[in-house]
């Protein structure tokens, strides 16, 4: 029986007031690297990804 281990690191990047996500995934073990950037028109009152202090 085969063992694996990956470990993910995921990145979200989003600047204030913009309209676009940038996505990064890196395999830290085989070194793949995914980038992209989503394009959304998310309402500020909403954002999953305001700042703010819980």
Same mark, same amino acid.
């Not at 989503?38 to 309402?43: F, N």
């Given at each position: 029986?085969a +063992?694996?281990?990956n470990?993910l690191?995921?990145m979200?990047?989003?600047a204030p007031?913009? +309209?676009e996500?940038?996505? +990064? ?12 950037m ?6 500020v009152a909403t954002?999953?990804l305001?700042p703010?202090i819980?």
């Open positions: 029986m +063992r694996t281990t470990v690191t995921l979200l990047l989003v007031n913009s +309209r996500i940038g996505v +990064r995934v890196v395999g830290e073990v085989s070194g793949a690297v995914v980038e992209l989503l394009d959304t028109d998310i309402p954002q999953l305001s703010g819980s």
